[in-house]
């Protein structure tokens, strides 16, 4: 143990006046640096898992980086990709001509690309597949139009005809579609 100094001598001499018991007695640094030293290899097994997250973390950063890296090529090849012209594909024995001439025929790209699908304009006989399936999708397209919109806010007129309509309309057709004037 080290050596005690009694608290009531400053210059830490023995004075044989004062008797002190050894409870009394200061604790000189020895315990002071033993508990040091117990708090010191604390700290270092704290500093030793400090670094140890610290490198993990510090892979973690490596590894997102790199990922980001190969995304951002990536979105660049696809930006590349896309900024090409497109291509027109040329499906077996349908050419771009019969192409127009449907959709000049009033079918539309939907249809076109179904008929393209199927065999071309030989596949629109009046009994192919073709035929009857584009017919039944006109039919359900012409009967979901034909529904009236749901808006309990207009009147029927404002359903029929636009503000514009109502506005440069004669007084004449105003009074035919009005039932209070």
Same mark, same amino acid.
Do not use: F, G
């Given at each position: 143990m080290g050596h005690c100094i009694n608290p009531l001598t400053l210059s830490g001499k023995h004075n044989p006046e004062i008797i002190m018991s050894e409870q009394d007695q200061v604790v000189l640094p020895q315990e002071e640096q033993e508990q040091e030293l117990e708090i010191n290899l604390d700290l #270092? $097994?704290?500093v030793e898992?400090?670094?140890a997250e610290l490198a /993990? /973390?510090?892979d973690a950063v490596r590894q997102l980086t790199a990922r980001a890296r190969n995304a951002e090529e990536l979105v660049k090849k696809n930006r590349e990709v896309t900024k090409q012209e *497109?291509?027109?594909?040329? #499906? #077996?024995g349908v050419d771009l001509d019969e192409v127009i001439e449907l959709r000049l025929d009033g079918y539309s790209k939907e249809e076109v690309s179904f008929i393209v699908k199927n065999g071309g304009r030989k596949a629109l006989t009046d009994n192919s597949f073709?035929?009857?399936a584009i017919d039944k999708i006109r039919e359900q397209k012409d009967a979901e139009k034909a529904i009236p919109e749901m808006d309990?806010? /207009?009147s029927?007129?404002?359903?029929?005809y636009t503000t514009e309509q109502l506005?440069?309309? *004669?007084?004449? $057709?105003?009074e035919k579609i009005l039932p209070h004037a």
């Open positions: #270092a $097994d704290d898992t400090l670094k /993990k /973390k510090t *497109p291509v027109v594909e040329k #499906a #077996a073709v035929k009857v309990s806010n /207009k029927d007129i404002e359903r029929k506005r440069t309309m *004669p007084l004449k $057709d105003l």
